[in-house]
């Protein structure tokens, strides 16, 4: 299904019936409203004003729209803040974050988690039974703007309560933090600081548990509202809209909460500020990585526990990367079909019309700021009468591998990367961009998932294995693959006692014994069946009984093991890129008995239920690789650049 | 004529006799001083040492210098800004900047503006029927080191007033702003803040407005030194000295309020810092770049309303720049004649010895430290002496194209770039120099100037049209061609109503209905007289019924117009630069019935009254366009490297 | 002699035994202990636990070992910076620099000194004549961090104590600092401020003095802590570890009031933040770059006035490096040799056992951390063997050559640049480093020193000569070369009043009458010896009556000198590199007739007494410079990549 994004209060009212009349007539389903109304329906310290939208939604509903309707505590309104100044966040610097824009709050400020209950309650019990209100939203867009951290006194007051919650004693946080190095010692929790404006790096572990600390707070938050909503909104789901692969909280567990993961698909601000070289980047300026969309589709839907939905999708250019370029003609279909091939349920646009005004009048709508049809809505109408011609209930397969994407392994990389440049989402989307081209599906789990069923397991970083989730993993019928790093720290963010990898060794018997990070003007070289790879960026030194698949080569410790395995499990002890990458992924599948297809080049391909689709994202027309038995219900045997084909096959 | 900046005060009483006959002996005719003077004046509360500055006002009139005085704004003294610390102005980051260098006060702060006052008034009542002074200069170059925007509690207060003058009512600020977004509402202006340390970027109006703000700051400023010098020193001339392409502040309101307009020429920094890429830089090391003179000459000549100066000239390398190489041996001479040809009546060298001491210990003066003769020095004395060959009083004509420069128009791609690397100012002067390689004089323009008299009007970033403007212009018997983005914003900082260009609509019919900007890495192909030529950075899709001049090629929206035009006006859809935008400017220039010349290459030429000069910025000697007729009065047909000539032809 | 560092506050007591043992047996005779210990050693505020160090001591002791006891005061526990946040240092944005890693104090805190004077006393009467303790080590690595420069309000107080004690009256003060610039003046002491958060640079005498302050304070901290141990020690030295090329303080003063100056030794990162181009880092990535080790070796030999230790060798990678890549096997042995071939008396590794936990987790140790041999450990046993074979007590002769490092002028570069990316630093190790490829063994000296006996001075950057040591140079039997820029600059931070040089001007008759700061995308070009080099970054227009050796090409000021010399002195007016610097080295050595080698490329070969070293950078094997009668005793006549050789010869 589709939907739209859409703000009546930015609207004259005379024009809410056309609106609302075009997108049923577009083919439109929903329409998501009210997460940036506070000021609109508070104006003032308790002088409310429902009635606008109360009308906007009867308008809408009864047009034909399902309303989405977010609780609107991104931006709490000036007088409140003025009011009650604790509530916005702090910078790293030190320095309050002022109001102006949004998310200009903390999410440990206990006022403002009063106000938002009581907003988000008061909206929750005029709307939640509202007939024409099908589900909700939480806020908007966590971790936006880097504002899942927060360095106020709230944030310092609550970390203390956290850590005493978590470490009980003060000697056993002492210990976990390894305080004995460099006279951190502390006496009570009351002695605790935030992180920031340091002489130097603190202990990782104090960094780690703030990040921790952060994450709870966001998903505390966030519940707080959701049981609100639950308890007034009966049979409505629930889901907030994340941002394309934020790794300051743990999604996992913000997840349990909802009832559907959604997330905003922004490919071309991606595609700026993503892990491309710039070459690839001209080559895809104006459809994007290809593997950045899927990879988050595929992630959300993780998170969502198997329903997942875009909340916005970039109908055109944007506003807020550092170049905003044109999406190609058909993109804006070809990304609605792409998502609906990863299992998302509904496609809402972002936003029914451009505004003139305001911060993002460079942000495309399907209408232009003039009421006018821009590019996006004739795609989207082209979409809508494709749709038509599909079968209905295609539910996406359990796919036969799974990447692990762990937030704390995240967290623990932040805190010490150790080498500049190590961007583990980079390396994750490398790993994911090299299954894709082999045309595999992939699902992705977290160390609490079920690794039953899956024939091979990606773990391209899990820094802080759980020993039950290895021994889960050991008694699955599943095959592993480790990236560098994986099984380095323990949950105290200590080298294990044993030396890495830890727990991952119930699976491989080796020890990484010396570990380098290296700069990009080096290259090492990796022999691997019989070829020299280039590598980059991080090399360990490992010891193992286990079969050596592949050596370093040169003059530093010639002939030490890159990558290593056995039956079970595999290790790679640098970050491979490019062809070594490549080539190891498709051994890897190949050693899991998982078929993949030759490299399928600018082409990407999906399956949802019997439905297959093919997606061009290159710049001449290519043979989709559909059985010779294949129905096309869209496109055919040959597709266009940005086409799209879809098709049955036995 | 000639002059030099002194500082009396930074030198033994006994030197003071022989720097002022020495002067006159060089062939100077007047002597700016006074600016940095305050602490020297009145180095305590109320403690007033004027004899030093009347006997060094004596000794140099007496010597036959006319004397420039400069307030002495710039600079407060210590004990004032420990006395009134909210004198201090506050950077963007919400610090306050500290004593210890100068132009360390805040122009909200309404204490300093009482002390200015009461220091101008003082000084004015004391010195303003003095015979030997001549003309005033009012604080010294608003804006440099970044000064124009303080985020102090006086400028938030000064704001807050600044905006109910504009608006009114709380709710037509809403309006205006687009609070309905982002739940920004306010309810009244004592709720408003200044738009720093946000979250996020705030909204394109409230910035605006800021930038609006500081510059009537300025204004208002400046024009209570001028009243205070306009009722006590009559007939005296009143000047500021403007920095090189400052667009902190609109000039062209503060220069109604001037006599003349000054500015400080230091083109060596001007290279280091500015638009080449680094090989032209290297080419034009110690010439500089050969463009950016003229156009701040042209651009202040419009600012004084005809009458320019330059206050200060460098004479030789100096301190500010991130490195700081040496002109070339006679390139103060072809300054200082290049200034000539541009309209300025008045050439001051800065300064006239190098101080030993402090910050600019590094920049040269027409002496060296120990009063030995520098290399500028032996140049202005090349120049009075061929000055004298020269007829008096030949003045600069109007040209016969105009270039526009709108600083509200600035102020809004500075608060809205949409693409990182969009630098108005670089795109204007490289039209500039595009026009300059062809030989044709120009003239700058504001919204208020007439267009009348004018064949062409070059807009290179009209962002916000006046419809005023544009009814002039289009009853004017001049053509016109507009750069992109011209007409894209209404003075609220909102897309038209009906899509931009609003008010340019009536030169010429078309819609903008996408806009994208375009990284470095990317080159877009526009097709323009059967040639295809390479464009960067922006991209716009228009539809028009006028005629297509050149059109975009390659895979993205291939045929869309890139160039568009009628009698009266063209406009073109993307940013030009090296062999397109000279291809456009030549035809341009030819469909306006001007004159042009073929490219003169590093060569440059200027007319003034009769009098034709050339300047060879290459290193080569080259040959001068001058008509066979030509009488030379300084140099000759060929032209040496650094070299100028003059001549008079019929 | 060898040792290692050792934190028996991070380890269990059981451990502490075997340690120990392992200690000895692997050949080690100091162990270095305490340094940040102070939070164990006084958990609470007058709560005193000596025992365990009591017993640390006896059991290291007791193995065998000689224990150097580090002062605590590095890093004060949180209850004391709680207790007194005063203690705190400000960065240069204002902002106080929290507590959480190391380093946290300002050195101007006078509530800190009396607490850093008190824990001082109270561990040296503890363990002042405690037998097994035979050094001490105040604090640790003064300067790490960028923690010599505070920006508190203790710092303000203090500076302004400084400087009435530097200049007496505020008008000396004033004069020297050119106040009558830019209305700088200053009524009294208590006006003055610290230099940070200026709107622009402040005076750079303002800038110098604050250096000056902050390197006395560091002094003085030092000082007391030397007393303290002196009243209660008796026949101990003190030392203090300083920190690779740091010029934040002046070691040659701190060196007076210290026995024994050590160093860290960190060859790995210092290549990563180093000088050379990342072709050439690329090359030596895993050996380093080969000169700044054994230059720091010479300077701190100097800072010790003859006594150097090495207190921290890196034994494998590090974790504070922007990358941090693995040394060659080998290197560890070949660095301890290095230093031993260049003075140092006793090498101590850094650390005994890599902490698991930490800030410090990816350093490597002698033992992993599971205390199993980690590389380090096997080559320190290489070389603890090797040892016994040489002869004992070879002591370093007073080389032929000196070069000079003043500290001032580096303090004036700093303040007073002119031309980003002049790093005084680095130009100083090219000199070294042309030097030492000609294998030339090198002293080091201060102004202060003797000059007398070398053949040869080298000057790369004294911006600020004393007339007294130009008055020893010049009645001494050395020559000099000096580099651009000496003698620019007097004491008061002023141009000398007859121009540079000063008073080098009484060894070299010239005047420095331009000076010119160049971009790196500019090349200048010398003629020298009939060839035509490259040079960068800095010309001057020098005249002069001397012998002309080389001079600038092109087009600007073609001719003028770029090196100029008589018998005594030599002076060069660029900064030469590469090629032109080696040639120039050559040429200089010979003229003051001392021997060098051809170019040793990879190799670089030392003597200590009897014994010639030599160690092999490179690739591939060379062949060491021995003569035919040459007694190897390690190694041989042909050298291995990262192999040492040693020899006695005739
Ligand atoms: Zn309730
Ligand atoms: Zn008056
Ligand atoms: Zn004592």
């Not at 004693?169 to 976990?176: D, G, L, P, Y």
């Not at 394309?244 to 913000?254: E, G």
């Amino acid at each position: 299904e589709l939907g739209v994004c859409y703000y009546p209060e930015q609207w004259p009212r005379e024009k809410w019936d056309e609106d609302a009349r075009r997108m049923v007539e577009l083919g439109l389903a929903w329409v998501r409203i009210g997460e940036f109304a506070w000021s609109k329906i508070e104006p003032q310290s308790g002088v409310l004003h429902w009635e606008w939208m109360d009308e906007a939604i009867e308008v809408l509903g009864n047009a034909g729209l399902k309303v989405i309707l977010g609780t609107p505590t991104a931006a709490p309104p000036k007088w409140l803040v003025d009011r009650y100044p604790d509530i916005l966040p702090v910078g790293e610097n030190g320095v309050v974050r002022k109001f102006g824009a949004r998310r200009h709050y903390c999410f440990s400020s206990r006022r403002y988690r009063v106000e938002a209950a009581r907003i988000t309650e008061m909206m929750v019990r005029r709307y939640g039974e509202n007939p024409f209100v099908h589900a909700w939203q939480t806020d908007n867009e966590y971790g936006d703007h880097d504002t899942i951290h927060s360095y106020s006194d709230e944030a310092k007051l609550a970390f203390r309560e956290w850590l005493a919650a978590r470490y009980d004693t003060i000697e056993e946080m002492n210990r976990a933090w390894g305080t004995s190095f460099w006279s951190m010692h502390y006496n009570s929790f009351e002695e605790i600081d935030l992180p920031n404006n340091l002489v130097e790096e603190p202990t990782p572990t104090h960094l780690v548990d703030y990040y921790r600390f952060s994450s709870d707070q966001v998903k505390s938050f966030n519940k707080a509202q959701v049981d609100i909503i639950r308890a007034h909104s009966p049979g409505r789901p629930v889901t907030h809209n994340f941002m394309s692969q934020n790794t300051d909280f743990d999604h996992h567990k913000l997840g349990e909460d909802i009832d559907i993961a959604s997330w905003d698909v922004y490919p071309m601000g991606g595609l700026i500020n993503g892990r491309l070289s710039p070459e690839t980047k001209a080559r895809y300026l104006r459809v994007g990585d290809p593997d950045q969309p899927s990879f988050n589709h595929d992630l959300y839907r993780a998170v969502g526990r198997g329903r997942v939905w875009v909340m916005e999708q970039q109908p055109g250019p944007v506003n807020w990367a550092a170049h905003n370029q044109s999406p190609a003609d058909g993109m804006v279909r070809l990304w609605t079909w792409l998502a609906y091939a990863h299992g998302v349920d509904m496609v809402s646009y972002f936003r029914w019309r451009q505004a003139p005004f305001a911060q993002e009048q460079f942000h495309a709508g399907l209408l232009l700021p003039n009421s006018e049809e821009d590019q996006g809505y004739v795609e989207v109408a082209q979409v809508a009468e494709e749709m038509k011609r599909l079968p209905k209930g295609e539910v996406k397969a359990k796919a036969s591998i799974a990447i692990l994407l762990d937030y704390e392994s995240r967290f623990a990389t932040r805190a010490l990367p150790q080498g500049r440049g190590y961007v583990a989402s980079a390396i994750a989307l490398d790993w994911y961009s090299a299954v894709a081209r082999l045309g595999v599906d992939v699902d992705f789990i977290g160390q609490h998932s079920d690794v039953e069923g899956y024939k091979l397991l990606l773990a391209p970083d899990l820094v802080i294995p759980d020993a039950d989730f290895i021994a889960r993993l050991k008694s699955s019928g599943a095959k592993a693959l480790f990236g560098a790093r994986s099984g380095s720290k323990t949950r105290d963010m200590h080298i294990p006692a044993d030396l890495p990898p830890g727990p991952l060794g119930d699976l491989l018997d080796f020890r990484v014994a010396r570990v380098e990070s290296l700069p990009d003007f080096h290259r090492e070289t990796v022999l691997y069946g019989n070829t020299s790879h280039q590598t980059t960026g991080w090399r360990e030194t490992i010891r193992t009984t286990e079969t050596v698949l592949a050596t370093f080569e040169g003059d530093h410790r010639p002939g030490t093991p890159a990558v290593i395995g056995n039956d079970k499990a595999r290790y790679c002890a640098t970050l491979p890129r490019g062809e070594f990458l490549s080539k190891l992924m498709g051994d890897t599948l190949g050693w899991a008995g998982v078929e993949g297809l030759p490299d399928l080049g600018d082409l990407r391909i999906a399956r949802r239920g019997n439905l297959h689709f093919a997606f061009n994202y290159g710049g001449v027309t290519a043979t989709v690789p559909a059985a010779d038995d294949a129905t096309f219900l869209v496109g055919g045997r040959d597709l266009a650049p940005v086409d799209v084909a879809i098709w049955t096959q036995s």
